[in-house]
């Protein structure tokens, strides 16, 4: 079983409406999770942190934490195209020191 | 503006050549990181350094090389031994802290063997 698992996509999704970008994590020490945008052919940028069960909202973005279910989840309110990118998710695993463990990410397609 | 400076952007290794990558960070960050990503696949870590003159294996070390003299940078040399080296590499940094601190990225190095 991988570290932490994503659907690969693409996710299609129209303008306007939610998408719904999920991660399962397997190491149930973990306790930091971050969700990354990545352009093609660009470096990864920090969109979310969380680290406590629940939601935690930030303009249209929210990120859902399950730690009894090894789920995170991450929601774009009122897509636009230029959402459109690969979403990694990344997991802060148990033993002192901050490596993270990527996802294979979701490629996420905003159409107009 | 402080952030991660990454370089060259693009680089070409002929067969059993060793290269250099550059990463500079002026965030004044105690932790530094190396990651290779593969097309249409996660970041993989091939090493970290939590402290000046001091690092660790990632789960993909071999065939690469890093020193730590300074706090401001972490190179990255890739050997002859790594025998698939064509990839896109990123170099991240984070604050000291324990876990919880977010990483942030320089903007990448493509490197292909020719």
């Known amino acids: 079983q991988k570290e932490v698992e994503q659907n690969s996509g693409p996710l299609s999704v129209p303008e306007g409406a939610i998408a719904s970008l999920n991660c399962t994590y397997s190491?149930?020490?973990?306790?930091?999770f971050f969700w990354y945008r990545q352009y093609s052919g660009k470096s990864p940028e920090l969109i979310m942190s969380?680290?406590?069960?629940g939601d935690k909202e930030d303009g249209r973005f929210t990120a859902q934490l399950n730690k009894a279910s090894q789920y995170v989840s991450l929601l774009i309110r009122d897509s636009q195209p230029s959402d459109s990118a690969t979403y990694l998710c990344?997991?802060?695993?148990?033993?002192?020191?901050?490596?993270?463990?990527f996802g294979a990410g979701t490629r996420l397609a905003v159409h107009p | 503006d402080g952030g991660i400076t990454q370089s060259p952007k693009y680089l070409f290794r002929k067969e059993g050549q060793n290269v250099t990558l550059s990463c500079e960070q002026n965030?004044?960050?105690?932790?530094m990181y190396w990651y290779r990503q593969d097309p249409g696949q996660g970041l993989r870590l091939i090493y970290y350094?939590?402290?000046?003159?001091?690092?660790q294996k990632g789960d993909i070390a071999e065939g690469y090389s890093v020193s730590r003299e300074k706090k401001e940078s972490f190179p990255l040399t890739v050997t002859s031994a790594q025998k698939n080296p064509t990839a896109f590499y990123l170099c991240?940094?984070?604050?000291?802290?324990?876990?919880?601190?977010?990483?942030?990225f320089g903007q990448g190095t493509r490197l292909t063997v020719v």
């Open positions: 969380i680290y406590s069960n």
């Open positions: 190491d149930r020490g973990s306790q930091s």
């Open positions: 990344a997991v802060n695993p148990p033993g002192g020191y901050n490596k993270l463990i």
């Open positions: 991240a940094s984070t604050r000291r802290g324990g876990q919880g601190t977010e990483a942030f």
């Open positions: 350094s939590q402290i000046v003159n001091d690092f």
């Open positions: 965030l004044n960050h105690d932790a």
